[in-house]
């Protein structure tokens, strides 16, 4: 154990504890004895700014605060990669399964660093929170019982069912200015609203820092965004990312983090500000952050963490950006001009101020009628929102009226369900025809049983959540899902159409007079404190030697993993291709969630939905592809295990951004499972292209985009130049067609060294036990 720690650089104690500080504050209550390091961190930059010699942006000060090594890293944005040491990793239980199997496959005693377990994903929305999260604690049982005792075993703190969301929890009780966080979820970044670097991250990345590992993460590029002018009347925080989603597109902030700044800030809150970073996983970003002020002291202190909010301000300066900084990319917003938006369908970049949503549905063959509205979710769920929303269903009861759309709350976390019952929140939404859900993800992530309509019927939703994919929340395609504020969502329930703008519109009350709503007012925290309700927290052991991880061989939820086979030494050749995809890929796409969360801790079981939702480029069908064996079409899951049973080779051939969305790796592990060796594309997001180096795949782009359109589902492809794989020299393709022509193309890739040795390995895995041997 001792040579393989000083082989990875395992910090044997965490950094803060050593240190002689100001003053020791703890990151968290649940964890007095693991300190914030400012010092650390103020140290770091002052070595990088000397180095550098110019002005740092707030990014830069939180990330090159980090540095394993800042005397000698190289620091290039956009190029170099960098060696971070985060102060501490979360994970929801979707992808703690896998996170928490690969960390037992480590051969480690404990996790190295702070880490949190957040239960919150496998509570399916069906008939009410109460009632829906007794069914999940029964079906979920094995799961469940699995993650509690592997967190006790391993160190890990576990937030059990109905604890809330795993980001409003980082929010009210881990996340602080200046943190270097990852999650095992894309929306990690709404860490962002406390001035904390939050990134979302696979299971994978997840286990390297559990292990101690320096946490690898190409250089990022800064994107300012400069907000001036006030908030007011409609416009809410939401409509700044559905505006910035509008202007840089689903892909627009990819490789970068958006750093937002200026005179504007402060008319945001704190939560508001978590909302904005948020969503910004939707525009490609890697994170999204906010610099250090007065609301967001105020949060911390009515959160009760008043010691960080003291500390932070002894240590401002290292939590804003210095005069003068650049920013590679600059866009401002006057937020005194900005109107409310909707985004969709479909898509979250497609921006629409409301005021002419109504107007283009129409042209569009959208439909008009709202079937059902929801509010909260991740990004949406603060007291603010709940407050804002309630503002606006008092007046519609105030003249006799409910809901005439479907109308459901989903809390973000257990404090925040306490709290808005307390003060009357939660039944005013409630008389106004609404259902409460439990404090999980729920429909957000297509855990909601829709009874109100069939499959393939066209109908619209408007949500307050941060994803509109098509089917991702009710599985069904032909659901028009538009995302926007949750006072916008309220105004729609009650009027029922998209053509109702609430800034302009008139409602008729039941006495048959007309009102307009009046712009919704209230309080950004409670008056008195925050009600905690249940405790639902459960400490690990300081002793676990006692403590037993089971996994049944027979299990149909969790599965131990297998070590996945080397690289043979050669070059890959007469590749099959699986499927040409055409169009947006998401990890939605390629390893849905819905009904198919149950799996996540089985990966053969889940690779049975393996791109069942890929569009395919030869016939225009999801989920139908040649069997190049047999030329019989079918499931691309059956077409996988058939090419590794008979010891075929196979790629994927992508377009755009593949792999979008969510930070789910096992969008990574099936492909791996089944055979893949390759996912050939014209760009991919930043989390699913690092999941595949970290699973022994080879993520590889065109050279020239135009080549895509040279290769056809029926071709073979052998991939030349791995025995001299090096960073930065492309490889080479040969296309060959059935004709027996062939053609050579030139395939990018961004491999460095170390995730050369992955794939070597057979994996990221493979590797840290080799090192461990």
Same mark, same amino acid.
């Given at each position: 154990?001792?040579?393989?720690?000083?082989?990875?650089?395992?910090?044997?104690?965490?950094?803060?504890?050593?240190?002689?500080?100001?003053?020791?504050?703890?990151?968290?209550?649940?964890?007095?004895?693991?300190?914030?390091?400012? @010092?650390?961190?103020?140290? &770091?930059?002052?070595?990088?700014?000397?180095?550098?010699?110019?002005?740092?942006?707030?990014?830069?000060?939180?990330?090159?605060?980090?540095?394993?090594?800042?005397?000698?890293?190289?620091?290039?944005?956009?190029?170099?990669?960098?060696?971070?040491?985060?102060?501490?990793?979360?994970?929801?239980?979707?992808?703690?399964?896998?996170?928490?199997?690969?960390?037992?496959?480590?051969?480690?005693?404990?996790?190295?660093?702070?880490?949190?377990?957040?239960?919150?994903?496998?509570?399916?929305?069906?008939?009410?929170?109460?009632?829906?999260?007794?069914?999940?604690?029964? !079906?979920?049982?094995?799961?469940?019982?699995?993650?509690?005792?592997?967190?006790?075993?391993?160190?890990?703190?576990?937030?059990?069912?109905?604890?809330?969301?795993?980001?409003?929890?980082?929010?009210?009780?881990?996340?602080?200015?200046?943190?270097?966080?990852?999650?095992?979820?894309?929306?990690?970044? &709404?860490?962002?609203?406390?001035?904390?670097?939050?990134?979302?991250?696979?299971?994978?990345?997840?286990?390297?820092?559990?292990?101690?590992?320096?946490?690898?993460?190409?250089?990022?590029?800064?994107?300012?965004?400069?907000?001036?002018?006030?908030?007011?009347?409609?416009?809410?925080?939401?409509?700044?990312?559905?505006?910035?989603?509008?202007?840089?597109?689903?892909?627009?902030?990819?490789?970068?983090?958006?750093?937002?700044?200026?005179?504007?800030?402060?008319?945001?809150?704190?939560?508001?500000?978590?909302?904005?970073?948020?969503?910004?996983?939707?525009?490609?970003?890697?994170?999204? *952050?906010?610099?250090?002020?007065?609301?967001?002291?105020?949060?911390?202190?009515?959160?009760?963490?008043?010691?960080?909010?003291?500390?932070?301000?002894?240590?401002?300066?290292?939590?804003?950006?210095?005069?003068?900084?650049?920013?590679?990319?600059?866009?401002?917003?006057?937020?005194?001009?900005?109107?409310?938006?909707?985004?969709?369908?479909?898509?979250?970049?497609?921006?629409?101020?409301?005021?002419?949503?109504?107007?283009?549905?129409?042209?569009?063959?959208?439909?008009?009628?709202?079937?059902?509205?929801?509010?909260?979710?991740?990004?949406?769920?603060?007291?603010?929102?709940?407050?804002?929303?309630?503002?606006?269903?008092?007046?519609?009861?105030?003249?006799?009226?409910?809901?005439?759309?479907?109308?459901?709350?989903?809390?973000?976390?257990?404090?925040?369900?306490?709290?808005?019952?307390?003060?009357?929140?939660?039944?005013?939404?409630?008389?106004?025809?609404?259902?409460?859900?439990?404090?999980?993800?729920?429909?957000?992530?297509?855990?909601?049983?829709?009874?109100?309509? /069939?499959?393939?019927?066209?109908?619209?939703?408007?949500?307050?959540?941060?994803?509109?994919?098509?089917?991702?929340?009710?599985?069904?395609?032909?659901?028009?899902?538009?995302?926007?504020?949750?006072?916008?969502?309220?105004?729609?329930?009650?009027?029922?159409?998209?053509?109702?703008?609430?800034?302009?519109?008139?409602?008729?009350?039941?006495?048959?007079?007309?009102?307009?709503?009046?712009?919704? @007012?209230?309080?950004?925290?409670?008056?008195?404190?925050?009600?905690?309700?249940?405790?639902?927290?459960?400490?690990?052991?300081?002793?676990?030697?006692?403590?037993?991880?089971?996994?049944?061989?027979?299990?149909?939820?969790?599965?131990?993993?297998?070590?996945? @086979?080397?690289?043979?030494? /050669?070059?890959?050749?007469?590749?099959?291709?699986?499927?040409?995809?055409?169009?947006?890929?998401?990890?939605?796409?390629?390893?849905?969630?819905?009904?198919?969360?149950?799996?996540?801790?089985?990966? @053969?079981?889940?690779?049975?939905?393996?791109?069942?939702?890929?569009?395919?480029?030869?016939?225009?069908?999801? &989920?139908?592809?040649?069997?190049?064996?047999?030329?019989?079409?079918?499931?691309?899951?059956?077409?996988?295990?058939?090419?590794?049973?008979?010891?075929?080779?196979? *790629?994927?051939?992508?377009?755009?951004?593949?792999?979008?969305?969510?930070?789910?790796?096992?969008?990574?592990?099936?492909?791996?499972?089944?055979?893949?060796?390759?996912?050939?594309?014209?760009?991919?997001?930043?989390?699913?292209?690092?999941?595949?180096?970290?699973?022994?795949?080879?993520?590889?782009?065109?050279?020239?985009?135009?080549?895509?359109?040279? !290769?056809?589902?029926?071709?073979?492809?052998?991939?030349?130049?791995?025995?001299?794989?090096?960073?930065?020299?492309?490889?080479?393709?040969?296309?060959?067609?059935?004709?027996?022509?062939?053609?050579?193309?030139?395939?990018?890739?961004?491999?460095?060294?170390?995730?050369?040795?992955?794939?070597?390995?057979?994996?990221?895995?493979?590797?840290?036990?080799?090192?461990?041997?």
């Amino acid at each position: 154990m001792e040579t393989y720690s000083k082989a990875l650089g395992v910090r044997q104690y965490h950094v803060a504890s050593v240190l002689c500080q100001r003053a020791k504050v703890a990151m968290s209550h649940f964890e007095p004895n693991e300190y914030i390091h400012y @010092d650390l961190l103020e140290k &770091n930059i002052n070595i990088v700014r000397k180095r550098l010699n110019r002005p740092l942006t707030l990014s830069e000060k939180i990330v090159y605060g980090h540095l394993d090594d800042p005397a000698g890293q190289e620091i290039e944005r956009g190029k170099s990669y960098l060696r971070l040491r985060p102060d501490r990793v979360a994970m929801q239980d979707a992808t703690a399964q896998m996170a928490m199997l690969q960390f037992i496959s480590s051969g480690l005693p404990k996790v190295a660093v702070p880490s949190t377990i957040h239960c919150d994903h496998l509570i399916e929305a069906q008939l009410g929170g109460e009632k829906d999260l007794r069914r999940a604690k029964d !079906i979920n049982q094995e799961v469940y019982n699995f993650l509690a005792t592997a967190g006790a075993k391993y160190g890990v703190g576990f937030w059990k069912p109905g604890s809330g969301i795993i980001h409003q929890i980082i929010l009210e009780n881990y996340a602080y200015p200046g943190v270097l966080l990852i999650g095992t979820d894309s929306h990690t970044p &709404n860490g962002g609203g406390l001035g904390g670097i939050c990134i979302g991250v696979g299971g994978a990345d997840a286990v390297d820092v559990m292990a101690g590992i320096p946490w690898e993460l190409k250089c990022p590029k800064v994107i300012g965004v400069k907000l001036t002018g006030s908030l007011s009347g409609w416009t809410s925080p939401k409509d700044v990312i559905l505006k910035v989603a509008g202007i840089l597109t689903v892909k627009g902030g990819t490789g970068a983090i958006v750093e937002y700044h200026g005179p504007g800030v402060d008319s945001i809150s704190c939560t508001g500000m978590a909302t904005i970073c948020n969503m910004g996983a939707e525009i490609g970003a890697t994170t999204s *952050v906010f610099p250090y002020n007065q609301r967001m002291k105020k949060y911390l202190s009515k959160t009760g963490r008043a010691d960080i909010a003291n500390l932070a301000d002894e240590f401002k300066d290292h939590l804003v950006p210095d005069p003068g900084c650049h920013y590679d990319q600059l866009i401002e917003v006057n937020l005194s001009e900005l109107k409310p938006h909707i985004n969709g369908p479909f898509t979250p970049d497609l921006a629409h101020p409301v005021a002419e949503v109504g107007k283009v549905a129409e042209k569009e063959g959208w439909p008009l009628d709202i079937r059902v509205g929801l509010i909260g979710s991740c990004t949406n769920s603060s007291y603010e929102d709940m407050g804002r929303s309630a503002a606006v269903a008092k007046q519609a009861l105030a003249h006799g009226l409910k809901c005439k759309s479907q109308f459901t709350i989903t809390p973000g976390s257990e404090q925040i369900r306490a709290t808005i019952e307390r003060d009357g929140y939660a039944q005013i939404l409630r008389d106004l025809g609404g259902i409460v859900l439990a404090n999980a993800c729920g429909p957000c992530i297509g855990q909601w049983d829709r009874k109100d309509i /069939k499959k393939g019927e066209k109908n619209t939703i408007v949500t307050s959540y941060n994803r509109n994919f098509t089917g991702r929340n009710d599985a069904n395609p032909e659901t028009h899902a538009f995302v926007t504020s949750p006072e916008i969502v309220t105004a729609l329930a009650i009027a029922g159409t998209l053509k109702f703008n609430p800034e302009t519109d008139y409602l008729t009350g039941t006495d048959g007079k007309k009102f307009k709503l009046e712009a919704p @007012d209230a309080d950004e925290l409670p008056k008195a404190e925050f009600d905690p309700g249940q405790d639902t927290y459960q400490h690990p052991p300081k002793d676990s030697s006692g403590q037993h991880v089971d996994v049944s061989p027979t299990s149909q939820r969790l599965q131990l993993l297998e070590p996945f @086979d080397k690289w043979d030494g /050669k070059d890959l050749e007469d590749l099959q291709i699986l499927i040409k995809v055409k169009g947006k890929c998401t990890t939605d796409h390629i390893s849905a969630a819905g009904p198919w969360l149950k799996f996540r801790g089985h990966l @053969d079981n889940i690779s049975n939905n393996l791109l069942i939702g890929a569009i395919n480029i030869e016939n225009g069908k999801a &989920n139908s592809v040649r069997n190049a064996v047999t030329q019989e079409f079918g499931p691309v899951p059956d077409t996988a295990r058939y090419y590794k049973k008979h010891g075929i080779r196979w *790629v994927v051939i992508g377009d755009e951004n593949y792999g979008e969305g969510s930070s789910r790796e096992h969008a990574a592990l099936e492909p791996r499972h089944l055979g893949a060796r390759a996912i050939i594309t014209k760009s991919f997001a930043r989390i699913h292209e690092t999941n595949l180096k970290k699973q022994g795949l080879l993520p590889l782009t065109f050279a020239d985009p135009a080549d895509y359109n040279k !290769i056809h589902p029926v071709d073979k492809l052998t991939i030349q130049g791995l025995k001299d794989f090096t960073p930065g020299k492309p490889l080479k393709c040969i296309i060959k067609h059935p004709n027996g022509t062939q053609e050579t193309i030139l395939l990018n890739h961004t491999f460095n060294e170390t995730q050369i040795e992955w794939f070597r390995a057979g994996s990221a895995l493979n590797r840290m036990k080799e090192l461990q041997q």
